[in-house]
């Protein structure tokens, strides 16, 4: 177990060092000049190039790279060329408000997934399971600046049932979490689906069946724990793509999460911020996957990690 811990750390660093290098290539070939951004359409050559200077934006790619790499390994992530404060410090105050509303669509796509999954692997070849189907593949094609506003307009103008936008209490995140579990959800259902259909004809589920065991106890205690393991490993890789694609949602429910800081970044080319919240959001999904790998084994113990 430790050696296997080992050998995926120092493979989640390398993949950490390339994603910072990747993003800093592409940020550096942009055509936005973030100096301008700071100076104003106003300021004078010899400002901006001051500027340019106290940013260490006049120095060769590498130059600024190693500086870059040397602060990260420091606990330095930078500062923000606008907001003039550690990048760390502004992701920080950030990271509760994106954790409350991951987990909470986490809770949503999971629920809401799994269970038109089972019941279509149950129903197969019924009308049921054409229309849960039809369905799922309804919410992996709704983009969701689609259906951020339109389950906005429905149950919080319509209705009334939930607050418009705003951030501090579960009712202010039920919406912006359904929004992202939606088209969550249907990945899930469809996956869950097709390993329910395999799991159905296994020899031990037959076993479990001709012994007289309930549809009930042969579906809690041996199709679904074995049909759910490509889920956990789904589970893994949400955790990085809610902590940095919730830019959409969170931007049209006001919540104040790392994603609205991104794209706040991104219209004015805040390298730093950008940065700071891709390498969060790359380690996110580093982490959940080893999280995932490493449960694995306690849901189906012919698992080994190697």
Same mark, same amino acid.
């Given at each position: 177990?430790?050696?296997?811990?080992?050998? !995926?750390l120092?493979? %989640?660093?390398?993949i950490?060092?390339?994603?910072?290098?990747?993003?800093?290539?592409?940020? #550096?070939?942009?055509?936005?000049d973030?100096?301008?951004?700071?100076?104003?359409?106003s300021?004078?050559?010899?400002?901006?190039? %001051? /500027?340019?200077r106290?940013?260490?934006?006049?120095?060769?790619f590498l130059v600024?790279?190693? +500086?870059?790499?040397?602060?990260?390994? =420091?606990?330095?992530?930078?500062? %923000?060329?606008?907001?003039?404060?550690?990048?760390?410090?502004? *992701?920080?105050a950030?990271?509760?408000?994106?954790?409350?509303?991951?987990?909470?669509a /986490?809770? $949503?796509?999971?629920?809401i997934?799994? +269970?038109?999954?089972?019941?279509a692997a149950?129903?197969r070849?019924?009308a049921?399971?054409?229309?849960?189907?039809m369905?799922? $593949?309804?919410?992996v094609?709704?983009p =969701?600046?689609?259906?951020?506003?339109?389950?906005? #307009?429905?149950f919080?103008?319509?209705l009334?049932?939930?607050?418009? %936008?705003?951030?501090? +209490?579960?009712?202010?995140?039920?919406?912006?979490?359904?929004t992202?579990?939606?088209? @969550?959800?249907?990945?899930y259902a469809?996956?869950?689906?097709?390993?329910?259909?395999?799991?159905?004809?296994?020899? #031990?589920?037959?076993?479990?069946r001709?012994?007289?065991?309930?549809?009930?106890?042969?579906?809690?205690n041996?199709?679904?724990?074995?049909a759910?393991?490509?889920? /956990?490993?789904?589970i @893994?890789i949400?955790?990085?793509?809610?902590?940095g694609g919730?830019?959409?949602?969170?931007?049209? $429910?006001?919540?104040p999460?790392?994603? =609205?800081?991104?794209?706040q970044a991104?219209?004015?080319?805040? /390298?730093?911020? *950008?940065?700071g919240? +891709?390498?969060?959001?790359a $380690?996110?999904?580093?982490?959940?996957?080893?999280?995932?790998?490493?449960i694995a084994?306690?849901?189906?113990? !012919?698992?080994k990690l190697?």
């Amino acid at each position: 177990m430790w050696s296997y811990v080992a050998r !995926r750390l120092i493979q %989640s660093v390398l993949i950490l060092l390339g994603v910072s290098l990747v993003t800093f290539v592409l940020l #550096y070939v942009l055509p936005a000049d973030p100096v301008r951004q700071i100076a104003g359409r106003s300021a004078t050559p010899q400002v901006v190039e %001051s /500027i340019r200077r106290e940013l260490g934006l006049d120095q060769p790619f590498l130059v600024q790279y190693w +500086t870059y790499l040397t602060g990260l390994v =420091q606990g330095d992530m930078g500062r %923000s060329y606008l907001q003039r404060a550690d990048v760390a410090t502004l *992701i920080a105050a950030r990271l509760p408000a994106t954790l409350q509303l991951m987990g909470l669509a /986490i809770v $949503f796509e999971l629920v809401i997934g799994l +269970t038109l999954g089972i019941a279509a692997a149950l129903y197969r070849g019924r009308a049921v399971d054409s229309v849960l189907m039809m369905t799922s $593949f309804a919410a992996v094609s709704a983009p =969701q600046f689609v259906v951020g506003p339109l389950l906005l #307009y429905l149950f919080a103008v319509k209705l009334g049932w939930f607050p418009i %936008s705003g951030y501090g +209490t579960l009712s202010h995140a039920v919406l912006p979490a359904l929004t992202l579990a939606i088209t @969550g959800s249907g990945w899930y259902a469809r996956m869950m689906q097709s390993s329910m259909i395999d799991v159905l004809h296994t020899d #031990y589920v037959r076993t479990a069946r001709a012994k007289g065991l309930t549809r009930r106890r042969v579906l809690l205690n041996h199709a679904v724990p074995n049909a759910i393991l490509p889920i /956990i490993a789904m589970i @893994g890789i949400d955790v990085g793509i809610f902590m940095g694609g919730a830019v959409i949602v969170e931007s049209v $429910f006001g919540w104040p999460g790392i994603g =609205q800081l991104a794209w706040q970044a991104i219209q004015r080319v805040d /390298i730093p911020i *950008i940065m700071g919240v +891709t390498l969060v959001s790359a $380690f996110a999904i580093v982490l959940g996957n080893l999280l995932a790998d490493m449960i694995a084994p306690l849901i189906d113990p !012919r698992i080994k990690l190697r």
